[in-house]
């Protein structure tokens, strides 16, 4: 019978072969060796594993002597994508964050174990959500459609009860703030309440999917407000100087901003509509 220091060193010797498979870019051995341990049949030991490699700095780096950044992203991408595949959802989802794998693109879903079942995960997925509304954020439209087509569920108006506001820095190390709010209502959409611009107006128009309502804006706002006054650590650091002007005064003027141009479209779009019944009377 083994004992736990002796299983202790079996696991992380084991681990560093696949530590040195991904850093040579072996990916049938990389494949191989998910296959001999067998790591598919012991959910146990796949999120020991899974553990392992987030704890691990750069687990993805390589050495590289050629200085493009395409081709190093590209480079990084193939490797992330050949751990992924040899994973169950729930462990792709965990290894699909900033802990794991830090620059999420479309590519990586081409992997992702879509059954029925799954996909019912992945339409109330934060983690999911948490990506799409990054994309909208920094208007990578192309990116959010490609994962759409994957997964084949619009992405856009998921429904999750973490509110995502992305600001860039210094609003937190990875630019974004998160909320927990008590009602699943925060979809990706909503970032154009939070940063408006015409480019992101198109992309949901011309995708039939429609504005956030001012009473859909006035709930969310609600929520927000009453999860920064419950959160113990907004509780604490709202007594520094800093922390209004970087929160809650940027979402105040956001949420504002935002009312007074969906309040400007939609006038608009009533004159257009009695315009229309007036010339048809007159016809």
């Known amino acids: 019978m083994q004992t736990n220091y002796e299983n202790n060193t079996k696991f992380n010797n084991g681990f560093l072969k696949l530590r040195e498979y991904v850093q040579n870019g072996e990916y049938q051995k990389i494949d191989e060796w998910f296959e001999r341990n067998k790591i598919s049949e012991n959910p146990e030991l796949e999120s020991r594993v899974v553990e392992k490699i987030i704890n691990s700095p750069n687990f993805f780096s390589f050495n590289c002597f050629v200085f493009n950044n395409e081709y190093v992203n590209n480079e990084k991408t193939k490797r992330e ?12 989802l965990i290894l699909l964050s900033p802990a794991g794998i830090d620059e999420v693109n479309s590519d990586h879903f081409k992997v992702i174990k879509l059954t029925p079942e799954n996909r019912k995960i992945l339409e109330s997925s934060e983690k999911i959500a948490f990506i799409t509304t990054k994309f909208f954020w920094s208007e990578n439209f192309a990116e959010i459609d490609k994962i759409q087509e994957i997964l084949g569920f619009n992405i856009m108006e998921q429904k999750v009860k973490t509110v ?3 600001k860039g820095k210094p609003y937190s190390s990875n630019g974004a703030t998160y909320l927990q709010i008590s009602k699943s209502i925060f979809s990706p959409k909503y970032d154009i309440m939070f940063n408006f611009s015409e480019e992101k107006r198109k992309f949901l128009e011309e995708r039939n999917i429609t504005l956030p309502s001012i009473e859909e804006t006035d709930i969310l706002y609600d929520e927000i407000k009453k999860s920064i006054k419950n959160n113990e650590y907004f509780s604490v650091y709202k007594k520094k100087v800093v922390f209004k002007p970087l929160v809650e005064e940027k979402l105040d003027q956001s949420f504002n901003e935002y009312k007074a141009v969906k309040l400007s479209l ?4 009533e004159l ?11 016809i």
């Not at 994508?81 to 792709?92: E, H, M, P, R, T």
């Open 81 to 92: 994508i050949a751990i992924l595949k040899n994973l169950s959802l729930k462990n792709q």
């Open 266 to 269: 939609d006038l608009k779009n």
């Open 272 to 282: 257009e509509i009695k315009n229309n019944i007036i010339k048809k009377i007159k």
């Open 164 to 166: 995502i506001f992305c």
